[in-house]
């Protein structure tokens, strides 16, 4: 009996977290799910964060005090809690179960949707990740601008829940016949390395963008960032993206990016920033449930 007392004391506890701005009502379909699934892993607590201010609190005042934070949400609420808990040495062990229209932050972990982020967890192996920073902000997975990487913002919450993912491509096409031309110029550690003029430009941290992997030999774990850019070209090189070639590609672990100063970034899908940035790759920042294979 004692033993028995000994084990559920030294069980591990998780946060929950859970986001009203997407997926609200679809995780609670899943509730009993979860509860099934991670129960005998963890002492479960659940929290519906209300904004966004809520969810970084909440996981602020979680490390020291739980193992793991499972997170359900989109690709902004990732991004917001990362930018937490990646500045906190005693933060808990990040756990996403997606929740996101594409999820591209959530395939860096190899999880796809709330079930393969179930199966992620029970196998428990847990990964070291890198996060890019930039200022009082960070990104995970992309920082971008020009060219089609303003549709993750600029998309209504209601027709994303309502079309899915086809919301992006149907926006993507509009800007197809409006060619973009902004002049750049990227310096990193070794000095100038782009001066010229682009029609989009992404930093990625992985191999993912828009659904799509087209940076095949990304990863999330080298201490370095990709830089892919797309000259101006015919459709703002959206063929560039369908068949994953014809980019420029740089690379960089402390990168200045001089853009005009009306120019928006996109972090992780949210808006973020005007014009010029420095930006830095911090080695192994995050700890999180992965599968194996992403970090291969």
Known sequence: MEE????????????????????????????????EALSPIFDLTYFETKSREEGETAARNSCGQYDALILYGGDGTLNNIINVLSRYDNAPVLAYLGGGTLNDGGKNFGVKNLRSGLKVI?????????????????????????????????????????????VYYLLCIKEVFFIQRHKVKITNEDGVIYDGKVCSLSILNGK????????????????????????????????????????????????????????DWCFDGEKGPKGNIEIEVVPHALKAYCSPEVLK
């Open 4 to 35: 028995e007392r000994e084990t559920i004391t030294n069980r591990k506890k998780a946060l929950v977290l859970y986001s009203t701005n997407t997926g609200h009502i679809a995780f609670l379909k899943h509730k009993d799910e979860v509860d």
């Open 122 to 166: 029970k196998e428990g192996h847990i990964g070291d990740f890198d996060v890019i920073r930039s200022g009082d902000s960070s990104f995970f997975y992309l920082g971008g601008f020009g060219a089609y990487m303003d549709v993750s913002y600029v998309a209504k919450r209601r027709m994303k829940k309502a079309f899915g993912r086809f």
């Open 208 to 263: 993912w963008l828009g659904g799509m992997k087209v940076n095949g030999k990304g990863k999330v774990d080298d201490g370095k960032a990709e830089i892919l850019i797309v000259k101006p070209r015919l459709f703002n090189g959206f063929l560039r993206y369908i068949f994953h070639r014809g980019f420029v590609r740089l690379s960089g672990k402390n990168i200045k990016i001089e853009i005009p100063e009306d120019q």
